[in-house]
């Protein structure tokens, strides 16, 4: 639980300091904005509830899947065929900004244990 805690705390300070960026709240913005037009259309056209929909928006485009959700009629699966083309660069391009952020802040720790000694 612990390491939970800190993986938490360092994504949310790497999501934070990443914001500062123009390029990364961009592409934050066009992230939700993918996530949400999923969701509602998966609400609307598959009849899924909005948890669920949103649920299987984020395992569709971060290609994790859930073999219990899946789109039912032709809409569906076409909408997902361009979602899926669509997002899978969204969100790893997201992650990895994260990443970056993570890393950097890293270094900067490192640099900063060094000076000091």
Same mark, same amino acid.
Request: contains cysteine; hydrophobic residues 45%; glycine residues 6%.
């Given at each position: 639980?612990?390491?939970?805690?800190?993986?938490?705390?360092?994504?949310?300070?790497?999501?934070?300091?990443?914001?500062?960026? @123009?390029? #990364?709240?961009? /592409?934050?913005?066009?992230?939700?904005?993918? %996530?949400?037009?999923?969701?509602?259309? +998966?609400?609307?056209?598959?009849?899924?509830?909005?948890?669920?929909?949103?649920?299987?928006?984020?395992?569709?485009?971060?290609?994790?899947?859930?073999?219990?959700?899946?789109?039912?009629?032709?809409?569906? @699966?076409? #909408?997902?065929? /361009?979602?899926?083309?669509?997002?899978?660069? %969204?969100?790893?391009?997201?992650?990895? +900004?994260?990443?970056?952020?993570?890393?950097?802040?890293?270094?900067?720790?490192?640099?900063?244990?060094?000076?000091?000694?």
């Amino acid at each position: 639980m612990v390491s939970f805690i800190l993986t938490a705390k360092r994504f949310l300070k790497s999501f934070f300091s990443s914001m500062q960026y @123009k390029a #990364f709240r961009r /592409l934050f913005y066009t992230l939700v904005l993918v %996530l949400l037009s999923g969701t509602l259309f +998966y609400h609307e056209a598959e009849g899924m509830t909005l948890f669920d929909a949103f649920y299987f928006s984020i395992m569709t485009i971060t290609t994790v899947g859930d073999p219990h959700l899946s789109p039912q009629t032709v809409y569906g @699966k076409s #909408f997902t065929i /361009l979602y899926v083309c669509v997002g899978i660069g %969204l969100i790893f391009t997201f992650i990895a +900004y994260l990443a970056k952020s993570i890393i950097k802040h890293e270094e900067d720790v490192h640099l900063k244990k060094e000076n000091r000694q």
